[in-house]
């Protein structure tokens, strides 16, 4: 399974490893304020996401 990340804290957090729920509610926040992600980079604008994180987690990202 493919988080979209639009989804809820829990389905973020259960499905990207290394994402737990300080970080899923970040990602969460970020939309919020900012609308969907239009490319996974973006994620790099999340308090706590660099590089490592990302380059983890790339893979399991679809954006719709």
Same mark, same amino acid.
């Given at each position: /399974?493919?988080?979209?990340?639009?989804?809820?804290?829990?389905?973020?957090?259960?499905?990207?490893?290394? /994402?737990?729920?300080?970080?899923?509610?970040? /990602?969460?926040?970020?939309?919020?304020?900012?609308?969907?992600?239009?490319?996974?980079?973006?994620?790099?604008?999340?308090?706590?996401?660099?590089?490592?994180?990302?380059?983890? /987690?790339?893979?399991?990202?679809?954006?719709?």
């Amino acid at each position: /399974i493919m988080p979209s990340l639009v989804g809820s804290e829990m389905c973020i957090r259960e499905e990207l490893k290394g /994402i737990g729920a300080t970080y899923a509610q970040r /990602i969460i926040d970020y939309r919020l304020e900012n609308g969907e992600f239009k490319e996974v980079e973006e994620l790099l604008n999340v308090k706590g996401i660099g590089e490592k994180r990302l380059q983890d /987690i790339k893979a399991f990202i679809k954006l719709k």
